[in-house]
């Protein structure tokens, strides 16, 4: 007789920062964890689960994962889009974790078992001016990372993205009820970027992974400038480097530089990474877990990235939870073409609330061998910390003019 879903809830949470985490409970008291946050935007992820898809999961059949994407995607009829990616997402990853704890294993084991012993990690080094970055570097390097991401502040700018100025974690999402704004000049930062990769480079010596992120600034000629000035750097990839709505503009990146190219966090279906990898225009793909689908989905992005020999370094920031994390390791060890995990790490808070079997170590992650996703969720601990508005920010050119954050 199959198990039935009983219960389906969302906690909204705020252990140092905003979570969304779904709860789906069987008849035969399984429970999985799925992971719905969506940084900035999470009560209409919050809402889209409570108020339109928990009724229809009441009575399913938890172990048919692929009918509920199917039925939960194309059911929607109003398609795609992070907030009802995200919503799929947190399902198709509850469901895994009941699935595999049904089953005894690990969810890995249910995606054909590993194809690697760990997973190569990537962290953030920041600093405000470049001896800052450099001593980041230092301390990330100490920690075992192998590969690190630098940002750095950029002369005459006040605030930056990726930096805090007295060397705190980073943190996007401000509380509050306004999103902070901050003055972007992308003539200033393309100036003094080559100048601060190149001291990171020189720094950490040829071997360590160095990984830098444009976040969605530039036009594709400054994309195309700022690799060329990068070309000798050996960088692992220039992340985000435009604003990707527009994929074409990928082939002018493309065509004048080699630098390689990472596109996808802000991605939700494989259709927005469609032509960049059937075109070969990006290197790695960034779609996370959680907001594009789920593991169901991120299997199919990885599986058409696999046959263009374009590879998988999925986003694994602050706001991206231990859940999304714990999922995205179980895709890693089992995904041929999973090359880097990005961990900036959690606050201790966030460990609490959120026991997980994966483990950090030696620049490395693993999922770990429990069943399922391997996470809990301490609830009455979260109930201590609800939510908290908060906002990402946004930037305005030195003129007042909106431009991308
Ligand atoms: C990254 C991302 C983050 C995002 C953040 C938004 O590469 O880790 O760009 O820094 O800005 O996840 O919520
Ligand atoms: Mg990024």
New binding site residues.
């Given amino acids: 007789k199959p198990d039935r879903i009983a219960a389906v809830d969302v906690l909204v949470t705020s252990p140092t920062r905003n979570f969304v985490t779904l709860k789906i409970t069987t008849e035969q008291g399984l429970v999985g964890w799925g992971d719905a946050t969506l940084?900035?935007r999470e009560l209409a992820v919050a809402s889209y689960l409570r108020d339109h898809l928990a009724p229809l999961l009441i009575g399913r059949d938890p172990a048919r994962i692929e009918d509920t994407w199917q039925y939960l995607y194309r059911g929607a009829y109003w398609r795609r889009g992070p907030v009802t990616m995200t919503s799929v997402g947190a399902v198709d990853l509850a469901l895994w974790d009941i699935k595999g704890k049904a089953a005894g294993l690990p969810v890995y084991q249910l995606l054909g078992g590993a194809v690697r012993d760990r997973i190569l990690s990537y962290t953030?080094a920041t600093g405000w001016d470049i001896p800052q970055l450099l001593d980041s570097l230092d301390a990330r390097l100490a920690q075992g990372f192998r590969a690190v991401?630098a940002q750095t502040g950029v002369p005459g700018l006040d605030i930056v993205?990726?930096v805090s100025k007295d060397g705190a974690a980073?943190e996007?999402?401000g509380r509050g009820l306004a999103p902070v704004e901050e003055t972007w000049d992308t003539d200033a930062y393309l100036r003094h970027a080559p100048e601060a990769l190149a001291a990171a480079r020189s720094h950490l010596g040829p071997e360590v992974k160095l990984l830098h992120?444009a976040?969605h600034r530039l036009t594709p000629n400054q994309a195309a400038r700022l690799g060329r000035s990068v070309e000798d750097l050996d960088l692992f990839w220039l992340?985000?480097v435009t604003p990707a709505e527009n994929q074409e503009v990928l082939r002018t990146v493309r065509a004048k530089t080699t630098v390689p190219l990472a596109i996808g966090?802000v991605f939700h279906t494989v259709w927005e990474c469609q032509s960049l990898i059937t075109e070969q225009l990006i290197d790695y793909v960034?779609c996370c877990v959680t907001h594009a689908g789920g593991i169901s989905h991120l299997r199919r992005i990885a599986a058409l990235a696999d046959i263009w020999q374009i590879q998988l370094g999925p986003?694994?920031?602050?706001?991206?939870s231990p859940v999304a994390l714990a999922a995205s390791l179980h895709v890693g060890l089992a995904t041929p073409n999973f090359a880097i995990q990005?961990y900036?790490g959690y606050a201790p808070l966030v460990h609490e609330v959120f026991p997980h079997a994966w483990t950090y170590e030696d620049g490395h992650l693993h999922p770990g061998e429990a069943p399922g996703l391997g996470i809990e969720v301490d609830e009455e601990l979260a109930a201590r910390h609800p939510y908290e508005p908060a906002y990402?920010p946004v930037a305005r050119r030195r003129d007042g003019s909106m431009t991308d954050?």
């Fill in positions: 940084n900035g953030h991401r993205y990726g980073y996007p999402a992120d976040h992340e985000d966090e960034r986003h694994g920031p602050s706001d991206v990005e900036m990402l954050w």
